[in-house]
């Protein structure tokens, strides 16, 4: 049973006290581009372009997406004067910085033991830094990013980790493994309970308590406690649950931001590669998610507006691909359409009040059932290709 991890950087693997690191990297940014931008106006455009990241749930746009639009309107000037400078400080300036942190004696020693059990180990650090800022600090962690399955940055992610969707989000940028999977940080508010509603299990840096004995709650202690603690634990406890509302939300919105995220650096080609004749391409993947969305997942919804005990089709949709000849359509058009209709579905999910989600429906295939169970299904639909695509890219 192959444990995932998902491992906060900031004062879980690294030392950082992140009241006195935010100022000084703010003023020794401010201070470099003072030839271009006022400090008092950087300051104020850097935090409320941090504050438009930390807000957004806009799956079509990356936070640095986020991050850019807000900060340049603030300051008035052009992306391309800055770029270059910018570019040159998180080379040569922000290193400095690694003097306001400290290496934690206990991270090396676990992280290298969890590698050996053959764990898969991602860096749930808040994505809210450009890559280069996030890989420094690694480094002064005592690692190199490339050690690592994923680390998140706002170049490539598209929440922060005050969304239970950036955790599935992470999850899904991974392919959704199936097995246990165990998120570690020490920030209640941005590591912890967010996790939970995505019906994570957690483990709670504490410097202060000793190791809780109880996995499926929500364990916490010491950093050199969590080796004793998961070898002592029986993962099983560990295997997440997706069942409540936060948690299936938490994917809705993570899906269409993971594809996204998958195609950025794709070329026409790799949309239409198919690993074996029975596999899907990503094209038809994407065609397929976008047309199941459109033509049934809404149609699944709606009857429970109109009706008190609502029947479910299900609709044979295997057989659309061939029939609709999804290879020879065009995938990045498809997938912006798939976004679309997911938003739409969104709001949708947003405005039912929540004695609604227990209201009971018969489904074609699954028989008695609820409004709840039937979302589900729409998530695990979601989980089951996301894991096909990743499959797919891996095998290119």
Known sequence: MTLTLLLDLDDTLLDTNLDS?????????????????????????????????????????????????????????????????????????????????????????????????????????????????????????????????????????????????????????????????????????????????????????????????SPETGARGKLQDLRPWLESSDLSFLIPSFKTVDSILGILAATPAVLNGFSYPLDTSSWTHEPTSEDWSLTELVCHLRDTEREIHHMQIKPFKEQSEPFIPRPDTSIWASQRDYLHEDGRLALAEFNDARRELLVLLKNIEVDEWGRKARHAIFGPTDFLEVVGFIAEHDRMHIQQAWNTLKNM
């Open 21 to 213: 690191f935010i100022p000084a990297y703010f003023q020794a940014l401010a201070k470099y581009l003072t030839p271009q931008v006022a400090p008092e106006k950087m300051f104020r455009a850097l935090i409320s372009g941090m504050r438009s990241m930390s807000e957004s749930e806009d799956f079509s746009r990356t936070l640095a997406q986020v991050f850019y639009d807000d900060f340049y309107s603030q300051i008035n000037v052009q992306r391309e004067e800055l770029d270059f400078a910018i570019e040159k400080f998180y080379d040569n300036i922000f290193p400095t910085l690694s003097t306001l942190t400290a290496q934690k004696h206990d991270a090396k020693p676990f992280v290298d033991w969890a590698f050996a059990q053959g764990f898969r180990i991602a860096i749930a650090t808040d994505p809210l830094l450009p890559r280069k800022a996030t890989h420094h600090r690694l480094r002064w962690a005592g690692f190199e990013p490339e050690q690592f399955e994923i680390v998140s940055t706002f170049d490539h992610f598209h929440f922060s980790k005050t969304h239970p969707a950036y955790y599935a989000e992470m999850l899904g940028r991974m392919g959704w493994p199936e097995g246990p999977v165990l998120m570690v940080g020490n920030d209640m508010e941005r590591d912890i309970l967010p996790a939970q509603k995505l019906g994570l299990a957690t483990y709670h840096i504490d410097s202060e308590s000793a190791s809780s004995p």
